[in-house]
């Protein structure tokens, strides 16, 4: 979803992303631990936001994850999500990766993965 709560797939270079998880654990842990990467079509891995690392307490089964600024180069990327029992550290589920494609102009010669806003001048 964009910030906005409009279901999306396709966004521009420092667009905002809002990712709602719902997940079915059936029997597993009801408190699970998530962890959502952002990874390039080649491989590369974008971006990870992880609940255990930013120290946030187990959560439900569903869950939003806001990003407000997701300043990738155009180019195709996968989200992808994983589920881990709160207490074991055991995944309990994963989701195959969702397809995102970043709209925008690609240089020549860029290969990298962020498109931050910048500009260069004269320091004279």
Known sequence: FDTAGHALNTLRPGDGLRADIGLNLGTRSTSPHLRLRIVRDDGVVCGVFNTVLE???PGTAMVSLHIERLDL???VY???V???NGTSGATDAEAAGCPLLVEGEVSLGHDGVLAVPHRWRDAS
């Open 55 to 57: 120290r946030r307490p």
């Open 73 to 75: 180069a155009a180019g």
């Open 78 to 80: 996968g989200v992808d």
């Open 82 to 84: 994983i589920a881990t």
